[in-house]
């Protein structure tokens, strides 16, 4: 059995993998065995491995399962305490796992940890995917320590202080096995965004701690499957986050909240369209709506089993504030302001 087993999830990104992967194999191979679960590559991924990775341990699934069930999958191949889910497009730091180890073993309570995710292009800055910790409010929009929106906050140490957070970034998340079986894994229905966020959701709902260590520290590139200006991620953000409001909100807030949200998806469809010219956005909200109410009951008994373990009706890291209106009206645009 394995302490740690880093497990990066590859889809045609061998460019990544020469670039990236040396980073993990120096800094990591001596604390974890690191592998690479290849979702059925053909842009010679393999070959690359197999020729100046002999050590990294793989994974051949049949297809291209996106990132969560393709996750699912290739975890089930794994016997490890500790799984560290990580992009192939991620540079580690020397002495990067240490404290995410060190966290995990002395916090029992403790289902997930980040490290702090900075950006490979602008070294100074947080990075989108996570920045320092993970939260989200009222309505279902994702921020973070370091991030609001698409403003990215300069890294001056001002997050430096391990935090609870409500998600840890699937670019790089430390998760004990036994709790991501324990809460059903990944979503496979997501296949890619948002499933990170629905998992550890769920684990919160269930009493369980998720934290950010920033005293681990790696760079990340970003955007390297789906660029962020694409319909088809529009599209799955839209479906999968609400889908994911759906299924962990609680009963006093679900109607509410969904009703607002027809009115802001609409309102951020019109804005694409009219102020942004983009039509294949516009389009794209369109579709994920339409595609959740279609899907919705398929959740059902997903949403009555997550409500029955519910050990806490409040969150503090699910926010009651519309950060759409601490951003645009209010004008907070960074963490510290938002959160007081």
Same mark, same amino acid.
């Given at each position: 059995?394995?302490?740690?087993?880093?497990?990066?999830?590859?889809?045609?990104?061998?460019?990544?993998?020469?670039?990236?992967?040396?980073?993990?194999?120096d800094y990591s191979g001596g604390e974890a065995s690191v592998y690479v679960a290849d979702n059925a590559s053909t842009?010679?991924?393999?070959?690359?491995?197999?020729?100046?990775?002999?050590?990294?341990?793989?994974?051949?699934?049949?297809?291209?399962?996106?990132?969560?069930?393709?996750?699912?999958?290739?975890?089930?191949?794994?016997?490890?305490?500790?799984?560290?889910?990580?992009?192939?497009?991620?540079?580690?730091?020397?002495?990067?796992?240490?404290?995410?180890?060190? &966290?995990?073993?002395?916090?029992?309570?403790?289902?997930?940890?980040?490290?702090?995710?900075?950006?490979?292009?602008? =070294?100074?800055?947080?990075?989108?995917?996570?920045?320092?910790?993970?939260?989200?409010? $009222?309505?279902?929009?994702?921020?973070?320590?370091?991030?609001?929106?698409? =403003?990215?906050?300069?890294?001056?140490?001002?997050?430096?202080?391990?935090?609870?957070?409500?998600? +840890?970034?699937?670019?790089?998340?430390?998760?004990?096995?036994?709790?991501?079986?324990?809460?059903?894994? &990944?979503?496979? $229905?997501?296949? +890619?965004?948002?499933?990170?966020?629905?998992?550890?959701?769920?684990?919160?709902?269930?009493?369980? $701690?998720?934290?950010?260590?920033?005293?681990?520290?790696?760079?990340? &590139?970003?955007?390297?499957?789906?660029?962020?200006?694409?319909?088809?991620?529009?599209?799955?953000?839209?479906?999968?986050?609400?889908?994911?409001?759906?299924?962990?909100l609680p009963d006093k807030e679900l109607r509410h909240v969904m009703m607002v949200r027809w009115w802001l998806d609409?309102?951020?469809?019109?804005?694409?369209?009219?102020?942004?010219?983009?039509?294949?956005?516009? &389009?794209?909200?369109? =579709?994920?709506?339409?595609?959740?109410?279609?899907?919705?009951?398929?959740?059902?008994?997903? =949403?009555?089993?997550?409500?029955?373990?519910?050990? +806490?009706?409040?969150?503090?890291?699910?926010t009651g504030f519309s950060l759409l209106w601490q951003y645009y009206v209010k004008r907070h645009r960074c963490f510290?302001?938002?959160?007081?």
């Amino acid at each position: 059995m394995d302490k740690v087993a880093i497990v990066i999830l590859n889809w045609n990104g061998a460019d990544m993998l020469r670039q990236y992967l040396p980073t993990v194999m120096d800094y990591s191979g001596g604390e974890a065995s690191v592998y690479v679960a290849d979702n059925a590559s053909t842009d010679g991924s393999l070959d690359l491995l197999r020729e100046s990775f002999p050590s990294c341990r793989l994974i051949l699934l049949d297809r291209n399962w996106g990132f969560a069930d393709g996750y699912n999958k290739a975890l089930k191949q794994i016997d490890a305490e500790y799984y560290l889910l990580l992009n192939s497009d991620i540079e580690v730091t020397p002495g990067w796992l240490t404290p995410l180890v060190e &966290l995990m073993d002395a916090n029992p309570d403790v289902a997930a940890c980040q490290p702090k995710l900075l950006s490979l292009n602008d =070294r100074d800055r947080f990075e989108y995917a996570g920045a320092c910790g993970g939260f989200l409010d $009222r309505y279902g929009y994702p921020f973070c320590r370091g991030r609001v929106f698409d =403003r990215l906050e300069r890294d001056e140490g001002q997050y430096d202080s391990r935090a609870d957070i409500l998600w +840890a970034t699937g670019a790089a998340l430390m998760i004990r096995s036994s709790d991501y079986w324990e809460a059903g894994g &990944l979503d496979g $229905r997501f296949f +890619a965004h948002s499933e990170e966020i629905d998992l550890c959701w769920r684990l919160r709902i269930k009493g369980r $701690r998720i934290l950010c260590e920033p005293q681990s520290k790696v760079y990340h &590139l970003g955007g390297g499957t789906l660029p962020k200006a694409n319909p088809r991620k529009t599209f799955l953000n839209f479906r999968n986050n609400l889908t994911m409001l759906y299924k962990c909100l609680p009963d006093k807030e679900l109607r509410h909240v969904m009703m607002v949200r027809w009115w802001l998806d609409y309102l951020a469809a019109a804005e694409m369209l009219i102020l942004k010219h983009n039509m294949q956005d516009c &389009l794209a909200i369109f =579709r994920a709506r339409k595609a959740y109410k279609n899907w919705r009951k398929d959740f059902e008994e997903d =949403r009555r089993q997550i409500q029955a373990c519910r050990m +806490a009706a409040d969150i503090p890291q699910h926010t009651g504030f519309s950060l759409l209106w601490q951003y645009y009206v209010k004008r907070h645009r960074c963490f510290s302001e938002i959160m007081g």
